[in-house]
Each structure stands twice: as structure tokens, then as C-alpha cells.
T-cell receptor
Framework: GAGVSQSPSNKVTEKGKDVELRCDPISGHTALYWYRQSLGQGLEFLIY????????KSGLPSDRFSAERTGGSVSTLTIQRTQQEDSAVYLC??????????????FGEGSRLTVL | AQSVTQPDIHITVSEGASLELRCNYS??????LFWYVQSPGQGLQLLLK??????LVQGIKGFEAEFKRSQSSFNLRKPSVHWSDAAEYFCAVGARYGGSQGNLIFGKGTKLSVKP
């Protein structure tokens, strides 16, 4: 597709369940980012993939969160044993190269997660 | 590590009036600076960016921003606001050096409302 695609757009789950959120970046973009947007909290950096380099996981809030990127393209963010505080919109973005070279992230419309 | 502050959570202006949204950053050197806009129900879109050179940068939709090193600021301006500018605006900083290169740190956003 032409833009960053995320699925599902909405996910309601029960506390304690695991969820997977998918991101399909723009074709050819080597950098991929996950952010979390909570009400009044702005965008919180979670994880960053760049090509074949080891991902920058410094923003993951706990070991319940993990992400992988297969074949340098599609990425999956997994949240295990979800908690109510995990409720947020999870945004994925991609960039042609490192942000410091290109200056622009292209964002998907997000996956809204609600944990009951 | 870099950080960014947007002091105004919510601003209301009349259509046709001028606009200034504030952004202050903390970083040991000159960072890369960005403004993104998030319109209702849409993904984030880059408005403008500053990497180096002229400290007054022009962006899309008639926006501009000025980098002031002495004030660690990168305020966004528009001379005449249109109703379609109602959205949430995010300032972001990227590191030029060090381990956190590659990711963008976002402020908490400023919500702009436009009165007819």
C-alpha cells in the first residue's frame, strides 16, 4: 500500500490476555518505530528498528512488551498479560532511512487498545 | 538524553488570528527539531523540520517555525489561522549524537481549537 498500515484498528481485550499489533511499513523504508499515545501524555517512544541492526528497545515499559520485525518489513508488537494501564493508541511509523538523514516519519493511523 | 516541553496543553484562537505554539527542548547540543500535526481521525503529518542553516524554516499549510538557540526554543507560528487548522500539534526532537540517535522524542502536544 501507499502508506503505513496497522491492524487491528481497534482491539478490546480482557486484563491478563496477550495481544498482537501489526504494522506494515511503506515499502522500501528501512526504519520502523513504535510509539504509544495515551490521553494527555503525548507520544511515548517504545522501540526502533533500523535495517539489520539490533533494535533500540530503550522505550519498552516492561518485559511484557516485545516487538519483532520479520524480513526487514512487517513488525509485530506483542503485549503479554495486558493490564488496564496498557490501554492506549499504539502508533507505528516508518522512515526511508534514519530520521537524522531523512527528517520525516510516516505514521499509520494507529491501533487503539482497550483493556477491560 | 533529549527532552521536549510544550507548555500549552490547549489553545483557542479566532479564525484569521495569528498563532504561536511554544516548544522548548533540552539537549546538550543543537538537536534536530520537528513539528507534526495530528488532525482528528488522522495520522501524524510532518509540518516542518530544522536540521541546520537558516533558523527560520517554512513548512506546509503556511506554517513556519524559528529555532532560537539562546532560548532552546522552536516555536511554531502561522499569521492567519483557518478553521481547518484545528488539530493537535506535536513538537519533537532528535539527537545528533549518542545512543539515542534514530528515535524522536515528542512533546505532550498542544491542542488547537479555532473559533469561527
Amino acid at each position: 500500500g501507499a502508506g503505513v498500515s496497522q491492524s487491528p484498528s481497534n482491539k478490546v481485550t480482557e486484563k491478563g490476555k496477550d495481544v498482537e499489533l501489526r504494522c506494515d511499513p511503506i515499502s522500501g523504508h528501512t526504519a520502523l518505530y513504535w510509539y504509544r499515545q495515551s490521553l494527555g501524555q503525548g507520544l511515548e517512544f517504545l522501540i526502533y528498528f533500523q535495517g539489520n541492526s539490533a533494535p533500540d528497545k530503550s522505550g519498552l515499559p516492561s518485559d511484557r512488551f516485545s516487538a519483532e520485525r520479520t524480513g526487514g518489513s512487517v513488525s509485530t508488537l506483542t503485549i503479554q498479560r495486558t493490564q488496564q494501564e496498557d490501554s492506549a493508541v499504539y502508533l507505528c511509523a516508518s522512515s526511508l532511512r534514519e530520521i537524522t538523514n531523512t527528517g520525516e516519519l510516516f505514521f499509520g493511523e494507529g491501533s487503539r487498545l482497550t483493556v477491560l | 538524553a533529549q527532552s521536549v516541553t510544550q507548555p500549552d496543553i490547549h489553545i483557542t484562537v479566532s479564525e484569521g488570528a495569528s498563532l504561536e505554539l511554544r516548544c522548548n527542548y533540552s539537549y546538550g547540543a543543537t538537536p534536530y527539531l520537528f513539528w507534526y500535526v495530528q488532525s482528528p481521525g488522522q495520522g501524524l503529518q510532518l509540518l516542518l523540520k530544522y536540521f541546520s542553516g537558516d533558523t527560520l524554516v517554512q513548512g506546509i499549510k503556511g506554517f513556519e517555525a524559528e529555532f532560537k538557540r539562546s532560548q532552546s526554543s522552536f516555536n511554531l507560528r502561522k499569521p492567519s489561522v483557518h478553521w481547518s487548522d484545528a488539530a493537535e500539534y506535536f513538537c519533537a526532537v532528535g539527537a545528533r549524537y549518542g545512543g539515542s540517535q534514530g528515535n524522536l522524542i515528542f512533546g505532550k502536544g498542544t491542542k488547537l481549537s479555532v473559533k469561527p
